[in-house]
């Protein structure tokens, strides 16, 4: 019964990180640019077709890890410059129909490239295997995912809340104008930011890729999930984000064992539950429109 | 509608895009190079159908992750079509594909267009069981064509519809899970634990298999349903583990079969327990990205393209030269939905649908998948089911499925449907 | 006095596109006009191809179901991303009534139109206090529970009956309506069904939105705070006017679903809500009629282009490009066309200016 529960627990953490790794990305874009990036999801299947590729042509988990984000991050910059940066003054509801015809092209795109077969990133051969903890086995690559997405949020964290880099991107999503005064580029900035998302996105899709299938689904399938997570946090709160994510990762892995049919329902009697009690989410102190 | 196909948590898969264009070409082809691009957009230039030639209609999915399903249908049935030079009874065949999206309402649409608009004298299609549940109605109330199931295999069509004009080109799905029952409960294990995919077509395979492996003799121990389209099943393998079993039988498809594949052989259950199946959670969609984590697990299947015989072997290189792909379960029931099509055109002499439904009625067909035949009460396929299993291959796919068992021509039940 | 000083609130506003008046009096003619011409068009598609006439029963009722989500979000400024909800509600409301007790139009269509009023009265009442984006997510929050308790049948797990919802199958062979003996089958007469339900609502909420009611709506989304200080109950209003645009969602499912058939849990997924609001901003949220004629192309395009291969990367070029260059979409287009029909050009040219110049940064 304990080692259930200790089990139990640590699924729901190694599913928390990777739902942050994602969420991340999407509340940073939100906090910052004030942009509800529909895309994101779409930009982290896009992250495991280009880590299908990389690893399939040549024959190497690392570098697809290595490049496939940064192909992400490309197409993130195409999609900042030539179609959010002329939008950023207007009602954030526009970015929303512009994310989501974004995210339709690129899954109609991806079907168009690979077809619709489900993938699967080739697993690296130093991570096969497994970890015996008590009477558990326990996945070498699963372990891998939850000790390197751990550590990327956490260096994210310190960048976000420590850093002179930090500050200037908080600075920028504040008063714009005052940085541009100040001499900064805040259109770069706000580029910066979009793809540091998009390739976060990418990192992730790689990185799922080889526990998870790859499929043109599977964009749309998390896209939901990971607002949910950015909204309860409250909007724009990084920490927020962190803390739901881990959050909604351990009410899915013990709802599994307790009603597993009813688990994708926990998430929003969840959300319902919080905003109804907090209605700017967690951690969001100003009210969003 | 658009978005809504997508947004579904799909559970399937695809392939070969190059192939399609081809199809789509001579479909416009067919129906008129000059107006082809117009046929494209508008679909509407002056239809088809009236006077000479026959339409088929392709209500499939043909975006998102049920892609390659539909694709590799229009695939198989076309190959036929081009194997007796575009014509059936000395009439040509127009092919017109509509998109379901695997989305119910818009399947629904899709086939009263095709029926209406493009006077199809067949519908092939569709995927998805809850499609086929709802196109059951209009393809009624039209009455102007036969229905050729490719792919849906929800008892209920026939429970439920029983209709004249419906014909399984597939197999239902009593027929992928409780013949397997027997054969565990003999071969495998007494006890089993059930693991399916939350959703009609999970719940009715996993129902069927469990009452034939109590009837056997053998015993349930635990049961686990996971939402369609999870992600991550590691929580559901714990409870999995924690049933103690000595097999499981599951029913997982498309990219829920890789999730679900994958994360069982990573946890070590294969060490622990036999994995056996319903054929689509280790089919030729789900098996190259499976790879060696689905070595040694059991499944039944009623087509397997790796089996032994002359006549599948033909299919098999035909198809691998035509779409330069391997061939699948898909694009069988494709090509065999062809076969009826022409066998029930050239018996009735024309293509009125009530003609077209009688001598399709008890008809046998010589097909890749062995000798089958529409049972006459309920036009499901009376067949040979395979158990496969899972072995190394020196092909470009690691593995591949092995016929170990056939369980020779499966009637299935009548569900109360007698349309002798 | 209060009246003026709302007035004031909205005229405050710099973006309006129409004005205070939803539809002035040319607006109304045109769309009268519409609504004639559509009358006459029905015999005359349906004599070319009978199927045109299923398509634009397909279109009218999402252009009811866009109108009536443009109510609450394009005019009083209430995101909902739950829309679904209602719409699927009426819909199951009818299947199940006309399974069970009545084929009767004149019981079960009020009837669909009231489950949605209650189904948004509940929704609304739980959802209101929070704003903007939190709103938009409640709605989605509540209308994801009652999609997954369809999907999975959970009221006939709690009543323990065989089924209710039907699960993900949902509930087939839904026959048509019964309505002082008309024959339903005969397509161009459900299409005069829908066509007559569309303009009475059209009217009904035209009326509505340039009521005094109406106008408590603009200025809440002009200015919450001021109307709440002018000492209207904000809440209040919010709660009955979600359930009112509710009312015409349900409606729209109860038109839908005897017409297709079949209720299934697809009508109650988030991605109809995300459609609507898709169709909201391409027809141009706030004016009433936009909308209508975004999901009517919506509908048109989706069907047109289903034979076709790579629809997707169409259909989301055509996202970007109106966000782009017609934020106002179709209506501000029309808007700007029938103002100055010569500018138009000249327009367009600007347009593609300003967007190259912000590019550049």
Redesign the interface.
Known sequence: MVE?IV??AL??I??GM?LALIATGLTLIFGMLDVINFAHGALYMLGAYFGWVVASTLGSFWLALLLAPLFVGVVGVAIEVLSLRPLYDRNPLYHILLT?GFA?MI??AV???W??????I?EPASLAG?LTIGSF???M??LFVLVVSTLLIGVIWLAVERSDLGILMRASAHDSEMVDALGIDVSKVFTGVFVFGAVLAGFAGVL?GV????????G???I?EAFVIVVIGGLGSFRGAIYTALLIGLV???G??VA??L??IFLFVLMAGVLMVRPNGLFGATEAT | ??????????N??????SA??TV?RRQYLASGAAVGAA??????VG?SGGGSGLTVGFALP???????LG?SIVNGFDMYLEQNDGEINGEEVET????TEA???RG???T??LL??EQADAIVGPVS??VA??M???IK?ESSAIWLNANAG?Y?VTE?GCLNYHFRTSFNDWQTSAPLAEWVYNNVADNVCLAYA???FGQNSKNFFSEAFEEAGGEVVGE??????T??Y???L??IE?SGADAVFSFFA??DA??YV??FT???LNEEMTQTGSGFLLSE??L????EAAMGMYSLLHYTPTREAERNQQFVSAYTDAYDSSANVYACQGYDSAQAFAAAVEEAGGSDPDEMANALSGMELESPRGKFRFDPETHEPIQDLHVREVVESDGEVPVENKVVNTIEQVESPSWGCSLN | MKAKTILDVIGQRTTSQTGNQILSKRGRLAVALGIGTLAVAGPIAYSI????V?LLV?MLVFALLALSLDFIFGYAGLLSFGHAAMFGAGGYAAALLIREVTASALVVLPTAMLVGVLTAALIGWLSVRARGIYFAMLTLAFAQMIYVAT??DLPAMILDTAMITG????L??IQLYELFGIDF?NRLNYYYLTLGIVALSLAGLVRLANSPFGRVLQGIRENEERIEFLGYNVRRYKIIAFSISGGFAGLAGGL?VPF???A?P??L????S??LV?MVLLGGMGTLWGPMLGAGL??FL????????S??II?GSIFVAVVIFAPRGLAGMIIAVRNDPRAALDNAKRALRNYLQEVRG
């Open positions: 259930t089990r139990t699924l729901g190694q599913y990777t989501f339709i899954q109609g079907v168009e490239l077809g619709g077969q489900t993938k699967q080739a497994t086995d326990y996945p690559y699963r799922l526990s998870r299938s790859v499929n043109p689904g599977m749309f399938g998390i939901i899915s892995s013990f599994a064992l597993s049919t688990t994708e | 509608m658009v978005l809504r196909a997508m947004g579904k948590r799909s399937r898969s695809e392939s070969d895009r399609i264009e789509s046929t494209a957009l508008g679909g509407c239809g043909f975006s998102g992750t049920y892609a390659m694709e017109v594909e509509r998109d989305d119910t309402n629904v649409s899709v009263r267009e209406v608009e069981s809850a549940m709802a059951m109605d209009t109330n929800d209920r439920q939350d959703y009609a686990v349903g996971a939402p369609l389209g992600d991550d590691s929580s559901y714990t409870e924690n498309g990219s890789v999730n994958t994360a990573d946890y070590g969609d789900t190259p990205a499976q790879g | 191809q009978p199927f045109w299923y397909q999907f999975t699960g993900d199958n949902g087939i062979g089958r839908y297709q058939s079949v299934e697809g009508l997924h988030w991605t109809v995300g459609e898709v919506i509908v989706e069907d047109r282009l289903g034979g076709v291969e629809w997707e259909l």
